[in-house]
Each structure stands twice: as C-alpha cells, then as structure tokens.
C-alpha cells in the first residue's frame, strides 16, 4: 500500500468480483511522487505508456523501470552530484568454474563496476572485503546489485557491510546476471580491446608495485580521458571478477531501459593505490562531505567548492575523496592553479566562459536514451561554444607571457579540440529565444527555427487561427462574450460558454449540455437540427480539424529537424564528453586559484620521502626524490579552512598554528582545556593534506608535505545501538581499525583515545595506542589527550636511550592577565598543559 506513504487517498474498484484498491495523481505532479518513491523509499517504479492497438482498445506497456541508481532526467536528480549504480562480484560465474568452490586467494578478493548512467561514466576495480566499506564510502552509491544468491545469507561479511550502508538501495539479480561466459563479448563489443587480466603475468597487474615510486604508472581515475580502443593495442585489461561486476552492471540496466543502450564510456579501471584512501570515520569526522547534522551547508566541501559548472562541481567531489599520491600528477594540477593565481584577468574571464556552458554530458545522455528535449541541444551547444572561447582566451595569454611559463596551461589547451561544427549545426537548427521562454511551455512545437518548408506551414496556420478568432467573434456576438471555442480531447469540437450566457444557448433546439466545470463553465455540442447553429457548428469543426492537420505536420516536419540534430551530436559524443571533461578539470583548477587568491592560501611543497625509526636506535631515510630530504609534514601558520571562512562572516581572525610532524617529531602529543581548539587543530592539519593531495593550495603561510598514503581520523564518537555497540565500544573499533591498517606512510589523528571508561583504563589504552603509533607503525600522528600523565610517561628512558625520543608535546594556551581572568589563545605552544588548565 504506497498511497498512505504518499499521503494519497486509496479507492478501490470490482475486477472480476474482486476488489482492486488504487489510487493516482496528475501526471505534472509525477517528479514530487517518483521523488518519494524512489530517492526516499527506495522503491522501482514500472512507467508505462498508453497507446491505442491495431485492432483497437487501450494498451499499456512498460516503457522504462526507475529505480534510484538509473535516474537520468528527473527534476530530483542532484545536478552536482554523481548517482552511481554500483555491481558487486564476490565469485565470477562461468560454465568451467560455476562448480567449484574459489581458491582461496580469491576468497577475500572481489570485483566492482559502477556507472552513473546521467553521464555514462563506466569504471571497475578490483579490492577486497576488508576495504570494500571504504570503497563505498568513497563511490556513495545510490543503489547495489549483489547477487541473489546472497539475498538470505545474513551473516556473509559482504551483506553486512552492504547492510552498514543504510542509505544505500540494494537489489539482488540472477546469479545468470554476472555470468561472464555471457557478458564478456557484449563488452569485447562494445569496447573493443577490452580482454582478461592475465593472472600470471603480474606485469600486467596495475596493483604490482609500489605506486607511490612509479612515476610512469596509469593516470588516476579522475584525470583518465576517454580513449579509443582497437584490437591492435588492447587497453582495457580486467580481472574475471571485474568482469563478471561489469556483466551484471550492463545486464541490469539493459532490463530497466528496456532495450534501449546508454552512450556508456570507456571503462576505467580504478587502482585504489593511487589515492590517498579515506575511510568512511575519516570522511565522517572531518565532514569532508556532509557535516555532522549531516548537512550540506558548511562542510569541506561545500566551503571550498567555487566551480561555474556542474560537471566541475560533480569532478571536485571524486577530486576530495580520491586525493592523488603521485607528485608527478599533483604538480601538473598546482602548476594551472598557479599559472591563474599569477592571472587574475585571465581567471576572471575563464570564469565568466565557464557560466555559460551547460551539462552536456548529462544533456548527451538524455539524447541517447531518447529523452532529450530542445534543451539538453542547447546545453550541448552552449557547452561546445564555452570551450571554443575558453581556448581562444588560453591561447591569446599564452601568446603574452614566457613559453616556459605557459607549459602546463599549454598542455590542458592541447586535449580541448571543441567541435565547432557541431555547434554551428545546433545554432541553425534550434531557436534558442523560444526555447528559453517560459511562457507556452506546454506547446509541443516552435522550437525550431524555420525552413521554407515550415515557414509555408506556419503562413498556413496563422491564417487558420486568423479565421477562428472571426468566427468565435461572430459566436460572442450571439449567445455572448464568453463563448470560446476549443478543442477537447475527450469531446472533440464544442463550444465553451459560462452559467450566465449559458442559459440563452441552451433554449436552442439542439445545443446539448455535455461537461460543467467547477468553474461554472458549461461545454455544449451543439447538433445539425437549427439551420443558424448548424453551420457555425460546421464551420468549426472543418475549421478546428484544419488547424490539427496543420500542427501534426509541423510538429512531424520539426521532429525530423530534431531527431537529425541529435544524430549529429551523437556521432561526435565520444569527443564532445572528452572535451567535457578537460573543461570540467579546468573548472575545478580556476576554483582553486580563486580560492586560494580569496583567502590567501600558499602552494605546497610535495615530497615522496619517509622517515623510518628502526626501534628508536637509528633513522634510515629513504629516499625517492632527489631534492627531498625527509617524509614530514611542515606547516607553518596553518588554519581550518572552514572555521576561517565562518569566522570571517561574524568579523572574527581565526588563529594561526604551526606543525611540524615527521622530522624531528614523529607524533605530537596535545594537551589542552576543553573549547581550547585540539580538535580543530587536528582536523586542520588532515584538510590540509588533503588539500595539497587534490592539487589545491593550502590553508597555511608555509607548507611542505610528505605524500600519505592512508589518512585515518579517531575524532568524535557516538553509539550505533542498531549494531549493539557503545560509545567506548565504536571508539575502539575505530581505535583498531587504525592500529591494524595505518602504514608508515599514513597520517593519523586521534582525539581523547580512552575516554569513555575508567580513568586508569583509559589511560592504559591511551599509552599502549601511542606506544604501537610510535615503535610499531611509525607514522605520522597528532594525539591529543586529557590524560597529562602521558607526557611524564613517555619520557621515560630505557638506559641513555629515551623510549619515546620523537614524540613532542605541545598545550593550547591559556592566559592571565592582571585581575586573574583567563583567556583562551588557541594557539598551539611547546610543553604539556600546565596545572591551572
């Protein structure tokens, strides 16, 4: 029963002696209940269209199921946001290894594919179930399809981890829909190329290696362009669980469209080791996305996000929770925002063009997909004409400035072919001033500007609607002025007259009363017996089948025009979605230089290089970059990029800190009151590295910072009863999750480890979480604590050598002044709190 959810009131009818309980809404209220069903109940929703049979009677037919991973042109669906449907494989099914059980190096292993189908963005990977959580905090799929052999297995770790995700809809398939026997030449089909990974040949395995050494590894997945494919250089490699993800993917969405197939590009294949990995705590606690009301408004996100386009917008959300771990990649990114910051007419510009593109990429989707309309033209349009004007602009301030300056907007310019011709085509077809207009939406012609063949029938039709108005005037003049003449769909050709004027019609022998309106207009056919009234009644429906006739041919002639328009731009979809993307990539790039030129943000130095304690004995540096001497994060004058921003709007200074973790410090160890800013100190120092990971400046006077690999966040707790976990329980789960996962390149921030138990407890917990952070894991860490005792515990020696010669501690100040009040600094000084605090 959806009606009660919908808030609609249920009725019933008798079909075949039984009864049959319905109910419905207007068809312009469809977007507001598909809303609700599908976005918030998580609901598949049949949509069927009516249509009249050969041998007559009304037919209905399942036109497309929605469901709330397909969503493509709803008024609902989030422009700024990717809507991913994601397909999970934990065991390839063919017919050789269907039998048997999995080896057991498969065991833990399983594969991904996911698309948003708005876009036709296409990418696999393969992972495994300890990071698949992380994986999906990372995708935020809006729907899952596992397999239906899982649907009652409860206690399968893949089902609970899915169950984890609450607002994530899950729908079980065949186990027939991942059969790779069948979905592996659909895909060799549709991209050609495409072909197993070779298991035994680790050189083809994109997870070999170490990446953070491999300067020529792939891009990453936010910077990989559409490429074309042939079987003589075979790009796309994939393991049978990718495969086997991918088959299910396209299977599934085969049978929601019905048929029709989605512009889909080509698959990228995600390497997890190429981005910083940010769990699912992390993303929570330093409300990267959402905040912890779980609000939009004032997260990371959204405080850093000064894009013009909604792909950019869509780009810097993937940039966020997939932070780059090459270098090499993340200069390129700095050198463009560097290049705008030195250029801010140039900036300014590339701004004001980048307002004037649309969301072609979406728009080429709804296309494909026949569900385009004029608009989603002119997006394409627009967009194609904002890359045109966008590499005119680069070029002509490249032509100003030094070549070697200019090297990496040079090299961004080179991807944007834009096709003009494409443009040009959409210009001369479509009349951009009708369709923007707002009145006469509801008209199903006029959107095309007009052939001799149109203009014909237009002089035509106005000639027709010339005679209409003289005949309803000659009407008005008999029976009344507000007699109307319209055409209904149910009554065909009558006579629209109100209660009053009414009453003089209906004395005539042969004007039938057939519809009164709540508006108290009456609607009356008017029959062949009265000679006067027969003719007028003649007279408008020869005249009003005219008028139809003429519209169906408009109508018909401007469907062609459309239809061909489309069929161009689908031609070049695969080069025009490229081009979105590189502007999109400068969008996000621009966003950064204003950012950074609004609130005085720095460019970071990066580095690869690692700091190893081999049990506080030694050092050994290793080193990857020549010019880099140590793995560590320095930072000096260092502010929360979202408090900053808040606290200018109330007329407020946020206060500086400087940090400098990983040389000669390992860990710091952070002592303070409460309200005294630990907190957002740790979280500063996490945003930054983020920041300086996408290729963004940072919110600091001076930055160098080592590359991390994993970034983990221990900060803020809350009990999660559906799980039967406790505050202190979620606390050390999180706590061992760290402890189990953190590598030497990872940067970890914990807050008040031990708190929610007895004060010795919590203090044992506490020492025994830093002394594994620092002789075990030996990454860089800040640690902010109430225990004070810590600080006297961890400078004990063992012998001459200290037992925790790297941890250094540091308090938030508080001062006095004359009369004895004190005052919160947060301001990060060395030395444990002092007594008074």
Not at 339 to 350: I, P, Q, V, Y
């Given at each position: 029963m959806y009606g009660p959810l919908l808030d609609l009131k249920l009725t019933s009818k008798e079909i075949s002696r039984e009864h049959v309980n319905f109910t419905g809404f207007p068809m312009r209220s469809i977007d507001r209940y598909l809303d609700i069903l599908v976005n918030k109940l998580g609901c598949h929703v049949a949509l069927c269209d009516q249509y009249i049979a050969v041998g007559g009677g009304v037919r209905?037919?399942?036109?497309?199921?929605?469901?709330?991973?397909?969503?493509?042109?709803e008024q609902f669906l989030n422009p700024y946001q990717h809507n991913y449907l994601l397909a999970v494989s934990d065991a390839p099914?063919?017919?050789?290894?269907?039998?048997?059980?999995?080896?057991?190096?498969?065991?833990?292993?399983?594969?991904?594919?996911?698309?948003?189908?708005?876009?036709?963005?296409?990418?696999?990977?393969?992972?495994?179930?300890?990071?698949?959580?992380?994986?999906?905090?990372?995708?935020?799929?809006?729907?899952?399809?596992?397999?239906?052999?899982?649907?009652?297995?409860i206690d399968n770790p893949l089902v609970r981890t899915v169950q984890?995700?609450?607002?994530?809809?899950?729908?079980?398939?065949?186990?027939?829909?991942?059969?790779?026997?069948?979905?592996?030449?659909?895909?060799?089909?549709?991209?050609p190329g495409l072909q197993y990974e070779d298991t035994h040949n680790p050189s083809l395995s994109s997870e070999s290696g170490d990446p953070l050494c491999e300067e020529t590894s792939q891009t990453s997945l936010m910077d990989t362009k559409v490429v074309e494919c042939s079987e003589s250089s075979p790009l796309l490699v994939f393991s049978p669980l990718e495969i086997s993800a991918a088959t299910a993917l396209l299977s599934y969405i085969d049978s929601t469209q019905m048929g029709r197939k989605p512009r889909l590009q080509t698959p990228t294949r995600f390497t997890s080791d190429q981005v910083m990995k940010i769990d699912g705590n992390a993303l929570s606690s330093l409300e990267l996305l959402r905040t912890m009301q779980n609000k939009e408004k004032n997260s990371f996100l959204k405080t850093i996000d000064m894009t013009e386009t909604k792909a950019g917008s869509r780009l810097l959300s993937e940039w966020l929770t997939s932070p780059l771990t090459s270098v090499h990649q993340i200069n390129d990114r700095l050198d463009i925002v560097e290049?705008?910051?030195?250029?801010?007419?140039?900036?300014?510009?590339?701004?004001?063009l980048f307002k004037t593109s649309g969301d072609a990429q979406r728009a080429i989707q709804r296309l494909s997909l026949n569900r385009g309309q004029h608009s989603d033209l002119l997006d394409v349009r627009w967009t194609l004409e904002a890359m045109a004007a966008v590499k005119a602009r680069l070029e002509a301030a490249m032509d100003e400035k030094d070549p070697v300056v200019c090297i990496p907007a040079k090299e961004i310019v080179a991807q944007?072919?834009?096709?003009?011709?494409?443009?040009?085509?959409?210009?001369?077809?479509?009349?951009?001033?009708?369709?923007n207009q707002k009145s006469d939406k509801d008209k199903e012609y006029g959107y095309v500007k007009r052939s001799e063949e149109l203009m014909e029938l237009y002089i035509h039709l106005e000639a027709l609607e010339t005679d209409k108005e003289i005949l309803q005037q000659r009407l008005q003049d008999d029976f009344g002025s507000s007699v109307s003449l319209i055409t209904s769909a149910l009554y065909r050709h009558v006579v629209e007259i109100n209660a009053k004027d009414a009453e003089?019609?209906?004395?005539?022998?042969?004007?039938?009363?057939?519809?009164?309106?709540?508006?108290?207009?009456?609607?009356?056919?008017?029959?062949?017996?009265?000679?006067?009234?027969?003719?007028?009644?003649?007279?408008?429906?020869?005249?009003?089948?005219?008028?139809?006739?003429?519209?169906?041919n408009i109508i018909n002639e401007e469907a062609k025009v459309f239809e061909k328009t489309r069929d161009v731009i689908l031609d070049e979809s695969t080069a025009i979605i490229r081009d979105c993307r590189v502007l999109a990539r400068l969008d996000v790039l621009a966003s950064?230089?204003?950012?950074?030129?609004?609130?005085?943000?720095?460019?970071?130095?990066?580095?690869?290089?690692?700091?190893?304690?081999?049990?506080?004995?030694?050092?050994i540096l290793v080193e990857f970059e020549v010019f880099i001497h140590s793995h560590k994060n320095n930072i000096r004058g260092g502010r929360h990029p979202v408090v900053e921003s808040n606290l200018g709007i109330k007329g407020r200074q946020f206060v500086k800190n400087d940090c400098f973790v990983g040389e000669d410090q390992q860990i710091w160890l952070l002592t303070g009151p409460n309200m005294g800013g630990k907190s957002t100190f740790l979280r500063q120092n996490a945003l930054i590295s983020i920041m300086a990971q996408m290729g963004s400046y940072v919110s600091a006077d001076w930055a160098e910072i080592g590359i991390v690999d994993r970034l983990f966040s221990r900060v803020g707790a809350a009990d999660n009863l559906a799980e039967d976990q406790s505050t202190f329980?979620?606390?050390?789960?999180?706590?061992?999750?760290?402890?189990?996962?953190?590598?030497?390149?990872?940067?970890?921030?914990?807050?008040?480890?031990?708190?929610g138990t007895s004060t010795l407890d919590g203090l044992s917990i506490a020492y025994a979480t830093l002394h594994h952070l620092y002789h075990h894991i030996q990454c860089r860490s800040i640690f902010a604590t109430h225990y004070h005792e810590l600080a006297d515990m961890i400078s004990v020696s063992a012998g001459k050598v200290p037992m925790f010669g790297k941890i250094g501690c540091y308090q938030t100040n508080v001062q006095e002044d004359d009369v004895g009040l004190r005052c919160r600094l947060w301001h990060q000084s060395n030395g444990e709190i002092t007594l008074f605090s």
């Open positions: 209905r037919k399942v036109s497309r199921i929605i469901t709330p991973g397909t969503l493509i042109d099914l063919n017919s050789a290894s269907s039998n048997n059980a999995s080896s057991k190096s498969e065991d833990n292993t399983i594969g991904l594919a996911w698309l948003d189908l708005s876009t036709g963005d296409f990418m696999m990977q393969k992972t495994s179930l300890k990071a698949f959580s992380d994986d999906l905090d990372r995708i935020r799929p809006r729907e899952i399809i596992l397999c239906a052999d899982l649907e009652r297995q984890n995700h609450p607002n994530m809809a899950v729908t079980y398939q065949p186990a027939e829909y991942f059969a790779t026997q069948f979905g592996l030449p659909t895909l060799q089909s549709m991209f290049f705008f910051c030195f250029d801010t007419h140039l900036l300014a510009d590339l701004r004001c944007l072919e834009p096709q003009i011709a494409v443009a040009n085509f959409i210009r001369n077809a479509i009349d951009e001033t009708r369709v003089r019609l209906s004395r005539l022998k042969g004007a039938t009363l057939i519809q009164q309106t709540r508006g108290k207009k009456h609607r009356y056919q008017i029959e062949l017996h009265p000679l006067l009234v027969c003719s007028y009644l003649q007279e408008w429906t020869k005249l009003s089948m005219q008028i139809e006739t003429i519209q169906t950064f230089a204003t950012l950074a030129i609004r609130q005085v943000y720095v460019r970071p130095i990066l580095n690869y290089s690692i700091l190893v304690n081999c049990h506080s004995q030694c050092c329980m979620v606390e050390m789960l999180e706590t061992a999750t760290i402890l189990r996962n953190a590598t030497p390149r990872s940067l970890v921030i914990m807050d008040e480890v031990g708190r």
